[in-house]
């Protein structure tokens, strides 16, 4: 899977003033960040997908698809807590012209690691696409184990881990131990230089949606081995960063697109737009 390499931007979902999926902005944000990126991620957490119902998410990856100007590659996010459930989907989503499902790990139910074992070998079993492991331990409510992680790497339809732990010694031991056609994708924009110099091969990035450019440097000079230029890279977004994610994930994001003149900055309940507070102090670092 060398084509998912390098930097996948968590593509947002733009909305209208009326709360409607904007195709017009999404076109703009494909645009503004396919110019740089390495791949799409389409209908993950930035993507608002826990609010989309099933004829948008169909939609906004039929469009994604059909406007993609560097035909890149395409990821898809599908999943959530009721395993049955994400079987179906997967079964029922029109998959072609994508090359892997990106599934997040169980939340609310808080499983155990067997039942986390049982819960992706059944997605995997059934999937006619590879399976990425999504491990986010501050939405989820529970962390995949190192144990786990490497058991399910020997699957033969589990390619990858988009690791979101914030453990640098985790995603180390990880790495050091998995088989070497696994992939792990940094899922914290300001660890992947870290991560990348322990052995991830890239990130998929909320940050690039807003920074495509300058986030791709980061992965860009990582891939080249130049660590230090990476890192640099990556300092440069840090003071930003925190923004992103202090009124919740893609609220931060979404207003730098809107002062961008990219998209609008409309997301749905229970989030809420931008405070006044946080678009001013996003407009002084801009």
């Not at 944000?29 to 799409?40: R, S």
């Not at 079964?91 to 992706?120: D, M, R």
């Not at 992939?183 to 870290?194: E, N, Q, R, V, Y």
């Not at 986030?215 to 840090?238: H, M, P």
């Amino acid at each position: 899977m060398d084509s998912l390499r390098g930097t996948g931007v968590a593509l947002v979902t733009p909305f209208t003033e009326e709360g409607e999926v904007d195709f017009t902005g999404l076109k703009n944000v494909l645009e503004f960040t396919g110019a740089h990126v390495d791949y799409f991620v389409v209908l993950g957490t930035t993507g608002e997908a826990a609010t989309l119902n099933k004829t948008e998410k169909k939609e906004v990856l039929e469009f994604v698809k059909n406007n993609n100007p560097k035909e890149l590659p395409i990821v898809v996010g599908i999943g959530g807590n009721n395993t049955a459930q994400i079987i179906e989907d997967i079964k029922t989503t029109h998959l072609e012209g994508v090359v892997a499902v990106l599934s997040v790990s169980p939340y609310y139910n808080k499983p155990s690691q067997a039942g986390l074992i049982a819960h992706y070998t059944a997605i995997a079993d059934a999937s006619p696409l590879p399976i990425i492991l999504y491990n986010v331990p501050g939405r989820t409510g529970s962390n995949i184990s190192i144990k786990t992680t490497l058991e399910l790497a020997n699957h033969s339809n589990i390619i990858g881990i988009k690791e979101a732990c914030g453990d640098l010694s985790q995603t180390g031991e990880i790495a050091s131990s998995k088989p070497d056609d696994f992939m792990i994708i940094s899922g914290d924009d300001m660890l992947t230089a870290a991560m990348m110099k322990q052995g991830t091969i890239g990130a998929i990035s909320v940050m690039a949606n807003g920074f495509p450019k300058e986030f791709t440097e980061i992965t860009t000079y990582a891939l080249a081995g130049d660590f230090d230029q990476a890192q640099k890279a990556s300092n440069r977004l840090e003071a930003v960063n925190p923004l992103m994610y202090e009124e919740s994930n893609p609220v931060g994001v979404k207003e730098v697109l809107r002062q961008k003149g990219i998209c609008g900055n409309n997301v749905r309940l229970p989030l809420v737009p931008a405070s006044q507070s946080l678009r001013e102090r996003l407009s002084q670092l801009l």
